[in-house]
């Protein structure tokens, strides 16, 4: 009996910014990038890099990336609302989030 071992390899890459090190053009994309960013004046440019073995279809890899940024956008939003309610209790019961001083610790 023949025994089959599936094998593969998935590399994600997400980059914010050009390395010192990298290519004059590469360089420049990215100061591009930088000043698109402030005249929309919002907004994050970043790039993804995705190699697959065996090789997935570009829908496939687009429709999972679409799913990570839901599923992104879902934690935010918890994020910011647990930090809109912690404001709202900062203002409404300031006393339990005073630092209160013990002295030195011995």
Same mark, same amino acid.
């Given at each position: ?6 094998? +593969? ?14 290519? +004059?053009?590469?360089?420049?994309? +990215? ?76």
């Amino acid at each position: 009996m023949k025994v089959y071992k599936p094998e +593969w390899r998935c590399t994600l890459c997400v980059t914010e910014g050009a390395e010192t090190s990298a290519r +004059w053009t590469t360089r420049l994309a +990215w100061r591009i990038r930088r000043l698109a960013d402030r005249l929309d004046g919002h907004g994050r440019t970043i790039r993804l890099d995705c190699q697959t073995e065996p090789r997935l279809s570009r829908e496939d890899i687009d429709a999972c990336l679409g799913k990570g940024f839901i599923m992104a956008q879902g934690l935010l939003t918890e994020l910011t609302h647990q930090a809109a309610c912690e404001d709202i209790m900062r203002d409404a019961q300031a006393e339990l989030f005073e630092q209160t001083s013990l002295g030195p610790r011995a």
